[in-house]
């Protein structure tokens, strides 16, 4: 079994700064690609960033420029700092991330999610 576990979410005003942080665990053999998405209100999922083994990184449209998407492959563990926030940025932001596992092929694993909630 494979676990991601996120935190950092919370309440921030707009302007200010949050860092999340995703911890992969279980039975890991790789831990591929790992990605931020969130999900407001109403809205569909959509992707924040993603981050490579090797550190390479994609970012979606409402993050480049103010979101960092890092890993620590040692740690099993991904994050996102956020900066300048904005009050769109509210929603779920959930952690992503392709593991293949001992003896099994590999898939995409989602964790709980944790609240983001900027205010104006």
Do not use: H
Request: glycine share 12%.
């Amino acid at each position: 079994q494979v676990q991601l576990v996120e935190s950092g979410g919370g309440l921030v005003q707009a302007g200010g700064s949050l860092r999340l942080s995703c911890v992969a665990s279980g039975n890991i053999y790789k831990l591929n690609t790992m990605s931020w998405y969130r999900q407001a209100p109403g809205k569909q999922r959509e992707l924040v960033a993603q981050v490579s083994p090797g550190g390479n990184t994609v970012y979606g449209d409402s993050a480049k420029g103010r979101f960092t998407c890092t890993r620590d492959n040692a740690k099993n563990t991904m994050y996102l700092q956020m900066n300048n926030m904005k009050p769109e940025d509210t929603a779920v932001y959930y952690c992503k991330a392709n593991v293949e596992p001992y003896s099994t092929g590999a898939r995409d694993y989602w964790g709980q999610g944790t609240q983001v909630t900027v205010s104006s």
